[in-house]
């Protein structure tokens, strides 16, 4: 089946400082990534669509100053947490959609801001 | 905004139970996903229903596509504590956008 990966599987960071989070699809090309975040015992919340080559489509709420997507290759989105801080702190995971417009998850990103 | 309200939220049984677990919503969705989480990992997909009133079965689970294509289920029977986990079910509105169920945590005592 299709791989997506996602790097680093964690991070601790101090407040104020700005963190990227990669997202890569290993075996397969994906116009549309999908970027989800998660807090402890919650479901997904969808961020935003990330187009290759295109600017990001954001959700309702969604700082997009806040939360910076490039998507820069049909294999690679990336997501860049600016003036992290501790209320950011959540379990961050994309998604890439495939030719047959299933969507596979990466491994998720845990991100603890200090 | 979509919403897909999943239930129960949580529930805990013992190993040989059966359980079903609900996802329904207002919104009409062009197909339905039903994943499995593990904590600290991302969600894996089990099964995809796209038609109203389909019925997918894999092995002790069983899923089904409400007719009017608003809700679903998810049946297992004969629990086993491996079936352990996050469950959710995520409709897609037509536009290969994904949103998720509020999840229900299912714990299978042995």
């Known amino acids: 089946g299709a791989v997506v990966s996602q790097h680093p599987s964690w991070v601790i960071c101090k407040s104020g400082t700005s963190v990227k989070i990669e997202c890569r699809s290993l075996?397969?090309?994906?116009?549309?990534m999908f970027w989800y975040r998660q807090f402890p015992k919650q479901s997904l919340m969808l961020m935003a669509t990330?187009?290759?080559?295109?600017?990001?489509?954001?959700e309702q709420g969604v700082e997009k100053d806040k939360f910076l997507i490039n998507h820069a290759s049909l294999t690679l989105s990336t997501l860049t947490v600016t003036s992290a801080h501790p209320e950011d702190s959540s379990f961050y995971i994309c998604?890439?959609?495939?030719?047959?417009?299933?969507?596979?998850f990466g491994p998720g990103t845990r991100l603890t801001v200090l | 905004t979509q919403l897909l309200e999943q239930s129960p939220q949580f529930l805990s049984i013992q190993e040989g139970e059966n359980l079903t677990v609900y996802c329904n919503s207002l919104?009409?969705?062009?197909?339905l996903q039903w994943y499995r989480q593990e904590p600290g990992e991302g969600p894996v997909l089990l099964v995809t229903?796209?038609?109203?009133?389909e019925v997918k079965k894999l092995k002790r689970l069983t899923f089904q596509f409400g007719d009017a294509r608003k809700d679903s289920s998810l049946h297992i029977t004969a629990a086993q504590p491996g079936d352990t986990g996050l469950y959710l079910c995520?409709?897609?509105?037509?536009?290969?956008?994904?949103?998720f169920g509020t999840g229900t945590r299912l714990k299978v005592l042995a």
């Open positions: 998604s890439a959609r495939g030719l047959g417009d299933e969507q596979f």
């Open positions: 075996d397969f090309q994906a116009t549309t």
């Open positions: 990330s187009n290759e080559g295109s600017k990001a489509t954001y």
């Open positions: 919104s009409v969705f062009s197909s």
């Open positions: 229903v796209v038609t109203g009133g």
């Open positions: 995520a409709g897609d509105s037509g536009t290969y956008k994904y949103i």
